[in-house]
């Protein structure tokens, strides 16, 4: 499983767009990239996922670098619901759905 | 919206007392996971099932057993609970295939060891 660097934590103000980077140096061709989230007393929730260039959802756009190492989860128009922690994770092929989560972004978000 | 439920919310046991976590899920998936979450440690993977049946180890194993009774259901136990094992445990599940290995998590059962 490619391992993933993410900054601790980050700040924005409601209204902001917010980018969340992720670098994961070592994944593998058959490896995908995912972002989850979780508010305290709840599960993480997934957001967005991709395997190269740019996905756009409802929620989120993440963008992936061309050598794949390193990808970028954009929120826009962040409000405070949005404060949580964000979970960059890269897995696929021999990990058999097995997700490992590290110790995320706190993003907090100012009124 | 895919759904997965975790009994008991919260928990109170007794050091070497059995504990037995919860988890049912109603979207037909066929992978079901335990995780549990520590301050610090992120999520850590316990147990994991491919299907009713079967029961894998995940990285954290050690004094924990886990049951996969039917595809709906999946069931994290402590034998002989010790205070190291409170924490907050999360169930999920997700259908393995590439480029779709979204996971759905419950909402954490916190579990206190006294």
């Known amino acids: 499983l490619a391992k993933t660097t993410q900054p601790p934590s980050m700040e924005a103000y409601e209204g902001q767009e917010v980018n969340v980077s992720c670098s994961h140096t070592?994944?593998?061709?058959?490896?995908?990239i995912y972002w989850y989230r979780q508010v305290p007393h709840q599960g993480p929730q997934f957001i967005i996922q991709?395997?190269?260039d740019y996905v756009v959802n409802e929620v989120a756009s993440l963008f992936i670098s061309a050598d794949r190492k390193l990808s970028t989860l954009s929120l826009p128009w962040v409000s405070l619901r949005d404060a949580a922690v964000y979970y960059c994770?890269?897995?696929?092929?021999?990990?058999?759905?097995?997700?490992?989560f590290g110790a995320g972004t706190q993003l907090i978000v100012i009124p | 919206e895919a759904a997965v439920t975790q009994s008991p919310r919260n928990k109170v046991a007794v050091t070497g007392g059995k504990v037995t976590l919860s988890c049912n899920q109603t979207?037909?998936?066929?992978?079901m996971y335990w995780y549990r979450q520590d301050t610090g440690h992120g999520l850590r993977l316990i147990h994991y099932?491919?299907?009713?049946?079967?029961?894998e180890k995940g990285d954290i194993p050690d004094g924990y057993k886990a049951s996969r009774p039917s595809q709906e259901n999946f069931s994290l136990i402590l034998e002989l609970a010790t205070p190291s094992q409170t924490s907050v445990y999360f169930c999920?599940?997700?259908?393995?295939?590439?480029?779709?290995?979204?996971?759905?998590f419950g909402h954490g059962t916190k579990l206190s060891v006294l």
């Open positions: 070592n994944i593998a061709t058959s490896e995908y």
């Open positions: 991709g395997y190269k």
């Open positions: 999920a599940s997700g259908d393995r295939g590439q480029g779709d290995e979204r996971l759905f």
């Open positions: 994770i890269v897995t696929g092929g021999s990990a058999l759905g097995r997700l490992h």
């Open positions: 979207n037909n998936h066929n992978n």
């Open positions: 099932s491919y299907g009713a049946g079967s029961t």
